[in-house]
């Protein structure tokens, strides 16, 4: 039973939009001497001369109250709870990307949908930069000697910005649309 008025999610969320210089295998966030090296990342952004960074946890409540289960033998419960803290932190992480991506479109850029440490060739370890570079520990959010945030029901992600308007088709495109041969 779940004592009244005890909350086991207590979402909080911050980000902040960086100019970025794009080049094969890695990121430089302009202003900040700080570099993420990752040949996937630096794909996916391409394109962008700015990124949100962004960082979102539903607190560590819930967590315990998991671990509680689990340590009483009461397996289903942990399991179904974990279930519905993992859910609350990717839709907490939705409404942050919708928040940036009208942000985005208001400024006159378009946003490509959002990649995490982990994906990719793009090391967790990074982590530690994106939490400083947001000053994480205003929500509460802080990584361990093996890089996994604290509490674990969190999110870092990157979003790229593009400039809106006319994009050219790009070549890779225009090569697989040939005439057929007579």
Known sequence: MIEEGYALIEPKASYEIFDVKIFRDEVRISGKRSVIKSRSLAAH??????IALFVCTIGGQLAHKVNDYAAKGEIARATVLDAVGSEAAE????????????KASSEGYST????????????????????????????????????????????????GLIRKGPRPIRKVYEEHIKPPKK
């Open 45 to 50: 952004l391409k394109g962008a001369s700015k």
């Open 91 to 102: 839709a907490l992480a939705e409404k942050v990307d919708d928040l940036i991506r009208k």
């Open 112 to 159: 490509v949908i959002r990649f995490s440490p982990g994906y990719g060739d793009w090391t967790i370890f990074d982590q530690v930069k994106i939490l400083k570079l947001l000053k994480a520990n205003k929500v509460g959010v802080k990584a361990i000697k093996s890089c996994i945030m604290v509490p674990e029901k969190s999110v870092t992600a990157c979003i």
